[in-house]
């Protein structure tokens, strides 16, 4: 590896990278040894991997940690005696670096994912928003469309009900008799008072008798010399 591709970092980055704080200058020098642009996400999913080629490039910071127990600048200047001010290291190489270079892919890919399914859920949520006002109406429309199908199903049930009370009088037509011989006799009385002459009367007559005659057949009721003076089977008389 030439000097040309190494680059100096101050301990303090270096170390803040190995222990897992996050800073710009460690996502710089996360970038650098990755060979990628990172953000403050990607470089925290990456530095382990960082972390573990220092390691291997520098014994000094296998094992490295801290809890906290003192400040940082004391661990700081306790790691300066080991290895110095500043650090010189090279870019990931090798398998190192391919397993990095398909971690951000996967996760570079999973972000465009996101942002698709994010533009989606905006959209829908704007498409619900603009047919919300309508909800309301909808609703109401249903519930009318209920009533009314309720109305003509109970409208159909009286149809059916009715169409069975009719079955009996089907090529019926039930007739009040006495009803009908009165009506008979009321349009002979008045079509001879609107006659006048002996020829026209006596044509009225004969039509009126035979009307008569028909109706008593029909009903039993009238004997066959119903006529000027005869008495219907009612025995009520008819004549003028």
Do not use: H
């Not at 910071?61 to 809890?67: A, G, H």
């Not at 007739?175 to 006799?185: A, F, G, M, T, Y």
């Amino acid at each position: 590896m030439s000097d040309v591709a190494r680059k100096v970092f101050p301990l303090e980055s270096v170390l803040a990278l190995l222990v897992g704080k996050e800073d710009a200058a460690v996502t710089e020098m996360a970038g650098f040894l990755t060979g990628r642009s990172l953000c403050c996400c990607s470089t925290a999913l990456v530095a382990p991997m960082a972390a573990g080629w220092l390691a291997n490039l520098y014994p000094a910071f296998i094992n490295l940690k801290y809890d906290g127990s003192q400040p940082w600048a004391n661990f700081v200047s306790g790691m300066r005696s080991q290895v110095g001010d500043n650090v010189s290291v090279p870019p990931m190489t090798g398998p190192s670096q391919a397993m990095v270079a398909k971690v951000l892919d996967a996760m570079a890919e999973k972000a465009e994912t996101l942002k698709v399914q994010a533009a989606e859920i905006t959209t829908l949520q704007a498409r619900v928003e603009a047919l919300e006002p309508f909800q309301g109406k909808a609703e109401e429309q249903e519930k009318k469309i209920g009533q009314l199908e309720a109305k003509v199903k109970s409208q159909n049930a009286d149809i059916g009900a009715l169409r069975r009370e009719m079955i009996p009088f089907q090529g019926k037509m039930p007739v009040d008799q006495q009803e009908l011989e009165n009506i008979i006799k009321d349009a002979i009385v008045k079509n001879l008072k609107n006659f006048t002459g002996g020829m026209a009367a006596a044509g009225v007559v004969a039509a009126g008798e035979a009307v008569a005659e028909a109706a008593a057949e029909e009903s039993g009721g009238v004997p066959d010399s119903f006529g000027f003076g005869a008495s219907g089977s009612d025995g009520d008389g008819f004549g003028f």
